[in-house]
Structure formats: C-alpha cells, structure tokens
C-alpha cells in the first residue's frame, strides 16, 4: 500500500494575530510553524496504513523552502520520504496549488508506481478553501470524499466514515486508488522519538522548484476562457488575494459576579434571569 | 465590461432534508439577494434536488427567488457529491447563470468544489460580503474568522460560498410573495455519478443532548486539570439540561473524545450560555463558541484573553467554583 499525504506549512497562532506591514501576510516573527491540523492526522494515518498493510509513505507540500520542517516533522513519526515543490515569495490560490499538486503526483507515481492512497486535510487552517484535495482528485479522474473522521482499507476498497449533519455517521466506500479529505479526529498523532527526529534529519527531501508566479506558471490570466471538464488543465486561477485585514474586535468587559466558591448563589441567580433554570 | 458581469441570473443551491430547506441555505438565499438587487436586471434562481425538492422549494415563496431549477430524481435523495455537482452543472447552463451561491456546509463546499474542478473555475469559500461590479471585490473568512481576506473573483461564472452564521437566514414558510415557479428538468446523471455515495448511517456513541442543540454548554480546558476532572462538569451540565465540550487542548490530551471538540477545527456551538470553565481562550476556541448568546467564564486569571469575551466572570479555581454551583443548584431545588 503506497500512500501519499499532502500538507501545509502554517503559523502557529493562538492570540490575536497581528499583520506584516504589507496588509497582506500575517506577522510570524514571533510565531512558530505547523503542519495544518486536520493534516497532522492525516501524517498518522499514513503512517497507520503503511504500518498495517506494508508499502511506502511520502509527504508533499507546496510551500517555501522552510517548509522542509514540516516534512521533517511528518518523517519523524514515520513517513518515508518527502517532497517539497517549492516556491519563492507570495501565495499560490487554490486552483493553481492543485495544479502543480497533481502535476508532481503523476511525475511521481511515473517514477515509482501509482499511490493507493492519497490524502489532504480537509481545509488547510489559514486560507480555508475547502478545494484543493477534490481538485487534485478530479485532475487524476480519482474517485474523492472529504471530511472523514474514520478511515479503514480492505481488499482494495477504502471504508470511510464522516459525521451526519444529524449525529452519527455517514459511510462511503471508494474503491482504490482513491482521495480522502480527513479531518482532525481521524486519530490521536503520536510524539516524535528522539531517535525518529535524528532519522527524519538526516533523510533527502526531493525538491522542485515551483518559482513565484502561479498564474504565470499555468500560463493563464483571470477571465480567460475554462477548461476541457473533468481534465483540472487550464482552470481559471483565483481567488486572487488583495490584502488580509482583522475583523473588528468584540470586546465585552466581562461582569465579574464573584470569586471563588462564594460566587455560587451569583452564579445560580443569573442562570435564572436568564431563564436557564426554573 | 469583464466576463460573468452584471444582469445574469444568481443560482443558489439550496439543500434540503424531508422537503425542509437547511439553515445554511436559507443564509445563502439572504446572502443573494442583495447581490441580484444591486444588478440590473438580475434575479436569484434556485436549485433543489431530490423528490421532495419541488415541495421544499414552495416553502420559499418570501425568498425572491424567481425560479427553481428540480431535478426530481430519486437518485439524489442520498447525498452523492459528483452526482450533486453534476446537477448543480446542469441547473447553471441551462440558466445561464453568472453566479452560483452554495452554503458553507460540509456538503455545499464539497459539491461547489467538484463543480469547481470540473467547469476548471476558480472558487472563493466562506464569503461573508460581496461588493459586485465589473470585477469582484469580496470578503472571506480564514482562520474560520479569526482574520479576513480581500480578494478579486474573476470568471465566466463566479463559484462562492457563504460563510456560516455571516448573515441572518431568510425566514422559511408558506409566506406572502409570488409562488416560486418549479421547473422539473432531467439532469443527465450517469451511474458513475454516484459511485462515491453514502452507503449506510451508523449511529453516534454519544448519548444525551449534542453540543449543537443544547441551551447549555459547560466548556472544559487545560484548567479542568484531567480526564478525571471532567466529572463536576458532567454533574453540572447534567443539572441544567446541558451538554459538555472541550478546548482542543483536552481532545489532544485524550481527556475527551475528539466529537466534543469546540473550535476551529471541531464544533461550532451556538447555546444561550457557554460556561468556559479553565479555558484560556485561544482564537480558535474563541471561533467556536462566540455564536453564543452569553459566556460565562470561570477561570482563576482574570486577564486571560477568554475574559474579552465573556458577558460574566467568576474568578477562580473551577474545582471549587463548578462543584460549589451544583450543590446551590441541588439546594435551591430541594427547597423549592
């Protein structure tokens, strides 16, 4: 079983984020990186699956060339081998990340035979685009279903479940090869090992130099006319960012109604007015 | 004048269960139809699938929609994305659409994506505002909202999706406006359309009442201190009828199942008290639960950043004040 898990490089925010000074990335100089969460689970799961079924993992992300520390990272719980399309300075929009995202995936499996599995993140933690892994999977003629929260491989078929929009779950079967868009949840990822890290430091990343222009890349300028359906050749790119702002800020200056364990009957008289206990 | 510019019509694709419209979609319904007033000569369209699609969409009569698009097919009464996208597709040629709107759903942003990868258009997901001209200005949420992008969507047809809880639904029912004319069309599904398909429901593990629905929501962070310590949030969330979650600190420690996740990354709650009980307050948490009516924070620093949220506060070690709360709770109960 040969699976492919594709990452992204993103801040590791917590408090409310500050913006460079061009307006149109946020300040991470104070701030650490990480893979994209609901991604961090799929590392695992790859890892999972390989160590179930035998074959080999990779790791691919789209990103600068800093980005080698989250493909380091996702070797140091196991991950085979890893590969870095790198570019240089400025944001790649969704259609044209999965354009070169499907590119490398055919220049790979060329190369070293067909990956069973590929998987994404449901929607990458800063841009949000909910688009990339379906567009990949539909450039590939691939079959795909996103949001998946379990995940188990039999006789060539991937059993994937995802939450009902009324509890419980719903069920897919995708035959492989296939694409699954996983959320967090899908598993618990373990810690590196300090013999794991020293391994994954030491490991080759292969690299392709991607440059700064994804528009330019494909070749295509916003507007022009769609492409042939179903081939994700010569979409139209966009969006196309203009500039990042904060949302105005909801202060409240919190009433504070007690302390301690003396602040019960306050509590109790509050949930009353608000009709909350009768 | 660019490609996709004003006149033409604004499809919104609407979601619907046992002939009842979705939220989300009645939101995106209320996001459209600005967009159409501001363009001459526009009108929202709507598109419904399924066999009970005709009579959800006599439930919009107050919408503004001119028109719905049903692709009455039994098929489609279990979700199947391509099969979705591909009468989606099917809805926008044949009303020549110049916008589809789709809510930010799981299921709208995951059809609107495969329509996307097919028609190769771009797509802008969770848009909260759209400044319509020529070429597109709108505004989208990243960070789940925690910060917003400028950006340009220019196309033959423009994809969006709207941002969940950005604007207020449409109400639903028989209303008092013009009856919305149902088209029934054939939609020229294939049977590999519904290859990727739900194939069965399998109930929740959980019982009592979902973090989603409940009045109350006891929150528990890093501060409850345990797996262990989760047990007074129970019993107080037991005593109001509530239900219990967690910040993703305590689902990563595997102090609770990763389903009571409330964040970015897991549930967005919307009771009408949120009791943040040891929760610090990171902006991811914060996108999760600032849909409540009020917050209660209790917490034993009172410049964590949960408190610029928060409505009322308690300063404290929640392992004295929760326990202290059930017990006047019981108290008052039994004297009642």
Redesign the interface.
């Known amino acids: 079983m040969n699976v492919l898990v594709c990452v992204k490089r993103v801040p590791q925010t917590g408090g409310r984020m500050v913006l460079a000074p061009d307006g149109r990335s946020i300040d991470t100089r104070f701030l650490g990186f990480t893979i994209s969460p609901h991604e961090e689970c799929g590392v695992e799961e790859a890892v999972r699956v390989v160590e179930a079924h035998g074959g080999m993992s990779a790791v691919l992300t789209l990103g600068p060339a800093e980005a080698e520390d989250q493909l380091r990272d996702a070797m140091a719980i196991g991950i085979d081998r890893a590969i870095l399309l790198e570019t240089s300075g400025g944001e790649w929009d969704p259609v044209s990340t999965a354009a070169a995202i499907a590119e490398a995936i055919q220049v790979q499996e060329a190369a070293n035979g067909a990956f069973d599995l590929v998987i994404f993140g449901n929607e990458a933690a800063d841009t949000g685009d909910y688009q990339v892994g379906i567009r990949v999977a539909v450039a590939l003629g691939r079959p795909v279903i996103n949001g998946i929260k379990g995940l188990t491989l039999t006789d060539g078929v991937a059993h994937a479940r995802r939450e009902a929009g009324g509890g419980g779950w719903e069920t897919y079967a995708l035959p492989l090869p296939a694409v699954i868009g996983v959320k967090e949840g899908l598993n618990l990822p373990r810690y590196p090992s300090v013999p794991g890290r020293l391994r994954a430091k030491r490991k080759e990343i292969e690299r392709v130099a991607l440059g700064g222009s994804p528009a330019g890349a494909l070749g295509l300028g916003a507007g022009e006319d769609a492409a042939v359906e179903g081939t994700g050749v010569g979409a139209v790119p966009g969006p196309t960012m203009v500039g990042l702002r904060l949302p105005a800020e909801e202060r409240t200056a919190a009433t504070v109604i007690g302390h301690g364990a003396d602040a019960a009957p306050a509590v109790v008289d509050l949930l009353l007015q608000l009709g909350l206990v009768h | 004048m ?2 996709g510019g004003a006149g033409g019509p604004i499809l919104v694709f609407v979601e619907q ?1 046992g002939g009842e419209v ?1 939220r989300l979609s009645l939101e995106a319904l209320a996001f459209a139809a600005p967009l159409a007033a501001a363009a001459a000569g526009a009108r929202v369209e709507i598109v419904v699938l399924g066999s009970e699609a005709a009579a959800s969409a006599g439930t919009l009569r107050d919408s503004g929609a001119a028109l719905a698009h049903v692709v009455a097919d039994a098929r489609l009464d279990t ?1 199947a ?1 391509v099969a979705w996208a591909a009468a989606l597709g099917a809805a926008m040629d044949r009303s020549s659409a110049v916008v589809v709107v789709a809510p930010g ?2 299921r709208g ?2 059809v ?3 329509l ?11 848009v909260v505002s759209v400044a319509p001209a020529a070429s597109w ?2 505004v ?17 047809v423009r994809l969006v ?1 709207v941002a969940p809880h950005a604007v207020a639904p449409i109400e639903a029912g028989a209303g008092a406006g013009p009856p919305v004319e149902a088209q029934l069309f054939d939609a020229d599904l294939h049977d590999a359309d519904f ?10 593990e ?1 019982d009592g009442v ?1 973090l989603t629905d409940a ?2 929501v006891v929150g528990g962070g890093r501060g409850v201190g345990s797996a262990a310590g989760f047990g007074q949030l129970e019993e107080l969330a037991g005593l ?1 009828g509530g239900a219990v979650g967690g910040s ?1 600190v305590v ?2 420690l ?1 102090w609770r ?3 009571d ?1 409330i964040g ?3 549930l967005r709650i919307a009771p ?2 949120y009791i943040a009980c040891g929760i610090s307050g ?3 948490h914060i996108v999760g639960c ?1 849909a409540a009516k ?1 917050i ?2 209790i917490n034993t620093d ?1 410049d964590s ?1 949960i ?11 929640l392992g ?2 929760v ?3 059930s ?3 019981r108290r ?1 109960a039994g004297a009642a």
Do not use: C, F
């Open positions: 660019a490609a269960v979705d979700y994305p759903s799981d942003n995951e609107l994506a495969h996307a990868a097919r028609r190769g258009l771009p797509m802008a997901a969770h200005r709108l989208r949420q990243r960070w789940a909202g925690s910060l917003l992008e400028d950006a340009a969507l220019d196309a033959p999706s290859d990727v398909r739900v194939g069965g429901i399998e109930a929740s959980a979902s009045k109350v109001l993703r689902t990563s595997g199942p990763h389903s996740q970015q990354t897991g009408d008290l990171a902006i991811q600032k009020r209660l924070a009172p950043p408190m610029s949220v928060a409505d009322y506060a308690v300063i404290g070690d004295a004040v326990p202290a709360i017990a006047e709770l008052r």
